[in-house]
Structures are given as structure tokens and as C-alpha cells.
């Protein structure tokens, strides 16, 4: 089990190592790259700090994902806190604890989230937030296995947001956040270099359309919400190491609810995601005869860092819609896909269900997810399951989550 999580911290930091991805090439026939047979292989696109795209709340994580445009509650400070200004409660409260790979068995692994708001008045609403990620206890040792000491690799995020009403059933919002990642503090690379804990400073921007709709006999509302979240400084965990991007995203989404009568009502939500991320270019690509050769747009500056890598923040914002290799199609491969419908019966019972879609050449998490939840005058009971329906093993297999929940009008 200890060999097994310092693999994943070895995956967590896997930004750390300039040629990590090295030994590929991209083929331009195929359109991706390639392994030593010929095979298309993932070109996932990386970021430090991945934890601050967990899901953390157990009514999304029941709903493949989906959180944007959904009715919103104090978990909205993930999603898209432009939402909360059109909660029908004064003040909400939520707090959830995620078990991690409890399929292997280990118990000091997990993700706890507590996020709550406030409304000031019609106008107006302010949130607040906070995020730990704990990877339990490790044991750290050199590349001869000789132990260099233990620790516990722990991320944090804190945020505070403001939400206001800028017309008749339009919002606007923005989340400013501190981020705290203490992955390996203390430990030596092979370079020699020590490894500190990194910190950053990111916001969120959001909007979102809230309309009641007359297109059916039922009575309908749609909300439509678009946020740019985790823009924030560059970090390194070296001081002579190249910075790496926090996991900027553009989420675009929408949910319907259609309210049958006062004891049925149905919601149905899209999310659309993707990473604003340079995406990774192969240090090798095949010329005309198929022959293996160095990549010319990979490192121009010859400083051996790969120049997605040396982008400005904005340069790989702005940039990570048109800089894969692959083009149009292999921009369009790193959107991920959630859907998911919502059942309520007399405003008490919830059932859940969705699927969450990932291209198998960019990370490849495909999997459904059920829950229920209870409401019980101003309290509430969220609990979401996870089952994957291909061979990629994640994290959350079968792993169920919960939420408690505070409202009050």
C-alpha cells in the first residue's frame, strides 16, 4: 500500500520532470502520438495542483460531475458561485468527506470539504470555502531505496467569493483563492535540488442565466452558467525548476428543471469541461518516410524545456484553444462530457444518476455515478457512488461519498 501511494505522489509531480514524456513520437498520419509498436497513446494534458478539480461534494459526485448550472447549494463555490445568488435560502452550510482508494484498503487518504453562503440581500450573496487534501503517511527513500525519512503530502485550498444580480435573471461572480501544496517538503531530487511545498493565488469568474420557461404545460426553469476557474501564478516546488500551471478550466453548462406537479419534480443537466492547458508536444515526430526525428516546434529556444512548458499564463490560456498537434479534433478530444438527471420527490427524496465522459487518448475516466439524497426540514443527506465502465482504474471506484447539509430560509 506505502509503494502504491508513492506512486501517486510520483504521479502528482510528474510536472517536476521536464522530459518525463519524452520517449514518444507523434505521428502525423495517425494524428496522435506513438508507442515503440506503432499505437496511439495518451497525450494527457497536465497541471500542479490537480486536487482543486476533485468533484468534492456527494450531489454532484452523484450526477457524473455535473454542478454548473444545477439548483444551487453552498457547493456551488466549486462549480460556479455566480449560482448562488439565486439560492432560495438565506444561508447554507455543507460540509463532505470523500474516502480515497479505499479500494486498496487504505484509511489516511481522503479529501474533506467544508463551503457555505450568505445572502446580503435580493441582490447580493458571498460564499466561502475550504478544501484539504490528505495523501496520509509515506516513506521516502532514495533512487538506491535507502529511507530518507516519512511525511504527509497535503494540499489546501481556500476561497471566498461574491455573487450579484446584474439584471432580471442574470448573475455574475468571482472567487479569489489561496492554494497550499506540500507534496515532498524537505526531500532531495536526483539533482540535488530540495523540495518545498508550493503556493499560489487563483480566481474564478462566472456567470450565469436563470429563466423561468413557458415551452411546456409544466411548470420549467433553465439555468445556464459559464465559469473560468483556477487562473492563478505559475508554481514550482524547486526553486530552479520550470513553473507549472494550476489546472485552469472553462466549464460550460446547462440544467433544466421541469416541475410536474408539487410532488414530482425532474431536473436534467449538461456540463461541458475543458482544461485551459497547453497541451504537451512530443519531443519526437515522424518526417515523410516515417522515420523518428526530433521535434522542431518542441524546443526552439534549445534550453532543453519544452516551450509549452516556458508559456505565460495567459499565453497557455488563450493558446490552449488552437496548440495541439492533432488540431481541430484533438482540441474537441479534451472536453470532458457530464450528464445527469435529478429526481425529487415532494422536495425530501432525491435519486441521482450520470455519466462522465473522457476521450481514451486524454486521461480516459469514463464512469457512472448513482446517489439519493434526504431532506429533512433545514437539514439534508447527500451519498453518491461511483462505478467505472472501462478498464481505467481511478481513484473513486466504487467508493461512496457524503455530504451534510445545512439550509436555512
Same mark, same amino acid.
Given at each position: ?189 536526483? +539533482?540535488?535540488? #530540495?523540495?518545498? !511545498?508550493? %503556493?499560489?493565488?487563483?480566481? $474564478? ?6 429563466? =423561468?420557461? *413557458? ?60 482544461? +485551459?492547458?497547453? #497541451?504537451?508536444? !512530443?519531443? %519526437?515526430?515522424?518526417?515523410? $518516410? ?6 522542431? =516546434?518542441? *524546443? ?60 481514451? +487518448? ?48
Amino acid at each position: 500500500m506505502k509503494i502504491f501511494k508513492i506512486s501517486l505522489l510520483v504521479l502528482l509531480c510528474s510536472a517536476l520532470s521536464p522530459k518525463a514524456f519524452a520517449q514518444f513520437a507523434y505521428d502525423p498520419v495517425k494524428g496522435c502520438n506513438i508507442d515503440g509498436n506503432g499505437d496511439c497513446i495518451p497525450n494527457t494534458v497536465l497541471s500542479a495542483m490537480p486536487f482543486l478539480r476533485i468533484v468534492p461534494d456527494a450531489r454532484s459526485g452523484a450526477m457524473g460531475d455535473a454542478g454548473i448550472a444545477i439548483s444551487p447549494t453552498s457547493d456551488a463555490m466549486h462549480f460556479n458561485a455566480s449560482n448562488l445568488v439565486f439560492s432560495e435560502n438565506d444561508f447554507g452550510l455543507s460540509m463532505t468527506f470523500t474516502p480515497w482508494l479505499t479500494n486498496l484498503g487504505l484509511n489516511d487518504v481522503y479529501l474533506a470539504y467544508l463551503s457555505g453562503y450568505k445572502s446580503i440581500d435580493d441582490l447580493s450573496t458571498v460564499g466561502a470555502s475550504f478544501r484539504f487534501f490528505s495523501l496520509g503517511e509515506i516513506n521516502f527513500t532514495d533512487k538506491e531505496g535507502i529511507t530518507t525519512g516519512t511525511g504527509r503530502p497535503r494540499e489546501l485550498e481556500a476561497a471566498v467569493a461574491y455573487s450579484r444580480k446584474l439584471a432580471p435573471g442574470f448573475s455574475a461572480g468571482i472567487t479569489a483563492k489561496y492554494i497550499y501544496s506540500n507534496l515532498a517538503g524537505g526531500q532531495q531530487t536526483e +539533482l540535488g535540488n #530540495t523540495i518545498s !511545498a508550493a %503556493n499560489a493565488f487563483a480566481t $474564478d469568474i462566472s456567470i450565469t442565466w436563470d429563466r =423561468e420557461l *413557458d415551452i411546456t404545460s409544466y411548470d420549467s426553469n433553465l439555468r445556464v452558467g459559464a465559469v473560468i476557474s483556477n487562473l492563478g501564478s505559475k508554481v514550482s516546488y524547486t526553486r530552479d525548476q520550470v513553473k507549472d500551471f494550476l489546472p485552469g478550466n472553462l466549464g460550460i453548462g446547462a440544467a433544466l428543471d421541469l416541475e410536474f406537479d408539487d410532488y414530482n419534480m425532474l431536473t436534467v443537466a449538461l456540463d461541458f469541461n475543458k482544461l +485551459l492547458l497547453p #497541451t504537451p508536444v !512530443a519531443q %519526437n515526430i515522424l518526417d515523410e $518516410d516515417g522515420i523518428m526525428i526530433e521535434n522542431p =516546434e518542441y *524546443d526552439e529556444d534549445m534550453n532543453d524545456i519544452a516551450d509549452y512548458r516556458e508559456k505565460s499564463l495567459f499565453g497557455g490560456v488563450f493558446g490552449s484553444f488552437a496548440d495541439s498537434q492533432g488540431g481541430f479534433g484533438e482540441e474537441m478530444s479534451e472536453v470532458n462530457i457530464s450528464a445527469a438527471i435529478e429526481y425529487w420527490y415532494a422536495r425530501q427524496f432525491a435519486i441521482r444518476a450520470g455519466y462522465f465522459f473522457e476521450h481514451p +487518448l486524454k486521461g480516459d475516466r469514463q464512469f457512472l455515478t448513482v446517489g439519493f439524497g434526504l431532506k429533512y426540514n433545514v437539514y439534508g443527506f447527500n451519498l453518491s457512488y461511483l462505478v467505472p465502465t472501462n478498464n481505467q482504474r481511478g481513484p473513486l471506484d466504487n467508493t461512496l461519498r457524503f455530504t451534510l447539509n445545512l439550509d436555512i430560509e
